[in-house]
Antibody, heavy 121, light 105 residues
Framework: EVQLVQSGAEVKRPGESLKISCKGSGYGSTSYWIGWVRQMPGKGLEWMGIIYPGDSDTRYSPSFQGQVTISADKSISTAYLQWGSLKASDTAMYYC??????????????WGQGTLVTVSS | DIQMTQSPSSLSASIGDRVTITCRASQSISSYLNWYQQKPGKAPKLLIYAASSLQSGVPSRFSGSGSGTDFTLTISSLQPEDFATYYCQQSYSALFGQGTKLEIK
């Protein structure tokens, strides 16, 4: 079975940079896209973007384009979400998700446990 | 962008009740609609994909229907473990609805 294991909680100051990770396992011979979903405190789910680690094809939600960078290292089955300069409004739980394809038929069938990012001065 | 509107935003029901949650798209999305369940402090879980396909391991009391712009998630007989927040998601642009919180009456 597919498992997504995320890096641990982070506490950062505004203006600092951050890179969180999501390591996948159990894919077998099937390739997956890996995406990120934000959930701000007490709020709903927001899709941020997704990457195909096989060739690093990356798609961003317009709401997050230019705000974050998604990358991957296929040799270690790990995807990353990074910020160059954090803001207090980046405080949220971030989930990584997997999808067998990207497009109208896609769905997020596996979820990581979440990484809580707190940005506070 | 295609917007998703869920209703109601919250709902109180009793064990054994039949419950229906609705999701409406701002334009036709064919059957490209997924449903997720999220319990407090936990990651969401996929329940239904492609409007009506039950994800493996999900109890059969959950069902989805609809196409075009109007979709429903139905729980045929509420169980204690079903009290959670439910989200629809259109898979054209992965946009989620705002969620429906299902609480115990």
């Amino acid at each position: 079975e597919v498992q997504l294991v995320q890096s641990g909680a982070e506490v950062k100051r505004p203006g600092e940079s951050l890179k969180i990770s999501c390591k996948g396992s159990g894919y077998g011979s099937t390739s997956y896209w890996i995406g990120w979903v934000r959930q701000m405190p007490g709020k709903g789910l927001e899709w941020m973007g997704i990457i195909y680690p096989g060739d690093s094809d990356t798609r961003y939600s317009p709401s997050f384009q230019g705000q974050v960078t998604i990358s991957a290292d296929k040799s270690i089955s790990t995807a990353y979400l990074q910020w160059g300069s954090l803001k207090a409004s980046d405080t949220a739980m971030y989930y990584c998700v997997s999808s067998r394809y990207w497009g109208p038929t896609s769905y997020f069938d596996y979820w990581g446990q979440g990484t809580l990012v707190t940005v506070s001065s | 962008d295609i917007q998703m509107t869920q209703s109601p935003s919250s709902l109180s029901a009793s064990i054994g009740d039949r419950v229906t949650i609705t999701c409406r798209a701002s334009q036709s999305i064919s059957s490209y609609l997924n449903w997720y369940q999220q319990k407090p402090g936990k990651a969401p879980k996929l329940l239904i994909y492609a409007a009506s396909s039950l994800q493996s391991g999900v109890p059969s009391r959950f069902s989805g229907s609809g196409s075009g712009t109007d979709f429903t998630l139905t729980i045929s007989s509420l169980q204690p473990e079903d009290f959670a927040t439910y989200y629809c998601q259109q898979s054209y642009s992965a946009l989620f609805g705002q969620g429906t919180k299902l609480e115990i009456k």
